[in-house]
């Protein structure tokens, strides 16, 4: 774990606390057993200091449950005590897995579901808690975080309503627009990107990558992935480029302009390994899009890092797309929930970011400064470098 010595100088806030709803339970089983890892190599902790009550625990996760009536109603029950506790909710708003009986009918959770279940949680704790922080990888709403003409605008309400409820920090990652945080600007806002966990998946996949201008450029599918590719771009020492969405605003289709065509602007890409990096796949239709013109455009391999892989329309259309080769691996976090038979598509890697939650929980524990795992620059240098000498690409 990075700059261990910053935490053994540091007093925990309080004792730690990871409140996991039923749409995250895998990820935080994976966050609590490295948590629990991370504790056991502190070197200096006084045992007996009041101050570290609870600090090096086997568990970390709370027993509570999110039971549902005949009718669909919920309520939250914590089945242990958590006075005084910092507490780290962790949510996934976009796992549809998860069922529950409405008068007979099986119903699968959306996302307002899982967002209710959280703010029962939080009602439940009756003000018992030391302090509140919500961990929500996939910001609810996130995709409405703007008002155009009279609509609602959700992502902010729901901010500022947690924020009304008690929450003292909210931690997300690759936000679509991070400046909905201005709904609660009192509240801390951490909004935390994968390059590294991408890089390390990419290395760790092909032996035969060259990572220079000459061989490798990064390209964002949209303008509003520009942002993104250009850090991975610059971090890699590579050129960029992008595609510009020219849109139908004559016509609306399922809430949305149609997509005429994609415009590349970017400098020559023939023969060259492409990495497109985006924040999300939703349907996909897009990417693969981009990714077909790309291949029509002489690319050597075309690579896909998004953070949030969710597939909303299934993969036969990605598996079509595979078999035609216009893309080569795709690449995703499991900060959302994932589809059991992505897993098993050839085609699929995954982007581990359970130990890099457990820091930053960590961290945020002990009011360290979370620079200490958002930048991670240097990292990324540090695994080209071991990866151009076929070094061990083993590193935390």
């Known amino acids: 774990m990075p700059n261990l010595h910053e935490l053994e100088a540091a007093i925990p806030v309080a004792p730690l606390k990871i409140v996991a709803t039923e749409s995250a339970a895998m990820l935080a089983d994976k966050v609590n057993k490295y948590l629990v890892g991370f504790r056991k190599t502190v070197k200096s902790i006084a045992k007996n200091d009041p101050a570290f009550q609870g600090y090096a625990e086997p568990n970390y996760l709370v027993d509570v449950t999110c039971p549902r009536f005949g009718t ?17 909710f962790l949510v996934d708003v976009c796992n549809h897995s998860i069922t529950y009986k409405m008068n007979g009918f099986t119903n699968h959770k959306s996302p307002d579901d899982h967002y209710q279940d959280l703010k029962r949680l939080i009602n439940a704790c009756n003000g018992r808690a030391h302090r509140i922080n919500v961990i929500m990888p996939f910001l609810y709403e996130g995709r409405q975080h703007k008002r155009n003409g009279r609509e609602s605008l959700d992502c902010a309400y729901a901010i500022e309503e947690l924020s009304r409820m008690g929450v003292s920090n909210f931690i997300t990652f690759d936000a679509h627009d991070p400046r909905v945080q201005n709904a609660a600007p009192l509240s801390g806002f951490d909004n935390f990107m994968p390059p590294y966990q991408f890089v390390q998946a990419l290395l760790r996949m092909k032996e035969d990558l060259i990572i220079d201008k000459y061989h490798t450029i990064v390209i964002s ?30 016509t609306i289709v399922n809430g ?34 981009t990714a077909k013109q790309l291949k029509a455009m002489n690319a050597k391999r075309v690579f896909i890092c998004c953070t949030f892989g969710l597939f909303t329309d299934g993969l036969a259309t990605f598996d079509e797309a595979y078999e035609k080769g216009y893309f080569d691996k795709i690449i995703t976090t499991n900060l959302t929930y994932q589809l ?6 050839p085609y699929y890697l995954e982007a581990d970011m359970s130990k890099f939650l457990a820091s930053i929980i960590d961290f945020m524990n002990h009011d360290s400064s979370m620079a200490n795992v958002s930048t991670p620059t240097d990292k990324i240098h540090e695994i080209l470098a071991k990866y151009n000498s076929r070094g061990n690409l083993g590193c935390q």
């Open 221 to 250: 599918p949209d303008e509003g992935a520009l942002d993104r590719a250009i850090y991975f771009a610059n971090v890699l020492g590579v050129d960029m480029g992008m595609f510009y969405k020219r849109r139908d605003y004559s």
């Open 340 to 345: 059991p038979e992505l897993k098993e598509r």
């Open 256 to 289: 949305k302009n149609p997509i005429v065509a994609h415009e590349f602007l970017g400098d020559n890409i023939d023969g060259k390994d492409v990495i497109i990096i985006d924040d999300m796949i939703s349907s996909g239709g897009s990417m693969i899009d």
């Open 72 to 88: 669909g109603e919920g309520k939250a029950v914590f089945n242990e005590s958590i006075r005084g506790k910092d507490l780290f």
